[in-house]
């Protein structure tokens, strides 16, 4: 391996690191209200797009994970992959640039005041991102903002309201990912190459989700979790998944 390939991992790792160093109360705090909602039946909604969709969908139902967590998955925030043809890189530039989208989305979740939206975002500032943390504060939910501050301190925000997901969020988990996320510089080339945003947000996440099920334990509530079925127990893993499934369809249906 290169000594380029090893700066990356060591940066990934020194990053996560920081977070783990200065992030334990924040990462703590947003745990207590996702624990609180699902105590209290209701949905902790997830939220990102483009990259930051990764670590939204990875709270549920990715095995280990707390059922009570929902993400929310728009295509058009998505499958831009193929960066031609339908759903391309073009579309999705513009479409989460265009401030009023996130409030058609929200308008299609039947979201309660007693609900949390966990949203994840490198930049924090793009238009639908910051329709949805205003839509769900106005909703009376609180908001957790899984971001870079210093990407998002150092650009204007691109929404109405004129603020960032960090000036926004009730809690914010700071991933401390550099402006323009790339970390690597190779001799000869003008831009910087191995982005790091992606992993730290999904390990952010993730110590979220393993957070909220020790503060439900600890209260009592002992949280319906996800577990793998590719090994040799597979029919109670799926019968265990299945009964994961009902709850989170009877919290959907109370609505």
């Known amino acids: 391996m290169s000594n380029i390939a090893l700066s990356y991992f060591d940066t990934v790792i020194e990053r996560l690191k920081r977070v783990s160093e200065t ?46 967590f ?61 329709d949805i943390a205003v839509g769900a504060k106005e909703r009376g939910m609180k ?25 926004l969020a009730d809690v914010v988990i700071d991933t401390g990912v550099p402006k323009g996320d790339a970390s690597i510089e190779i001799d000869g080339m003008k831009h910087r190459v191995g982005a790091t945003s992606t992993s730290i947000a999904i390990a952010v996440g993730q110590a979220i989700n393993a957070e909220t099920a020790r503060i439900m334990t600890e209260n009592g ?11 040799a127990e597979k029919a109670e893993a799926d019968r265990i998944n299945d009964r994961n499934y009902a709850e989170l369809w009877r919290r959907l249906k109370m609505r």
């Open 70 to 130: 929902r993400p929310i998955v728009e295509s058009t925030m998505i499958s831009f992959h193929r960066v031609l043809g339908d759903g391309g890189a073009r579309q999705y530039r513009f479409i989460h640039g265009r401030e009023g989208y996130g409030d058609a989305i929200l308008s299609s979740h039947q979201l309660d005041a007693g609900d949390a939206m966990l949203i994840f975002s490198h930049s924090g500032l793009n238009a639908v991102t910051l």
């Open 221 to 231: 509530h002992e949280p319906y979790v996800m577990v793998s079925p590719n090994t």
């Open 23 to 68: 992030q334990s109360d924040a990462i703590t705090a947003a745990a207590e209200i996702c624990a609180a909602a699902i105590m209290n039946d209701k949905l902790v909604f997830t939220f990102g797009t483009g990259h930051g969709s990764f670590a939204a969908m990875e709270m549920f139902p990715r095995t280990g994970t707390v059922t009570g």
């Open 143 to 167: 908001v957790i903002g899984v971001t870079s501050i210093p990407h998002s301190s150092s650009t204007p925000s691109r929404h109405s309201c004129g603020k960032r997901l960090y000036e």
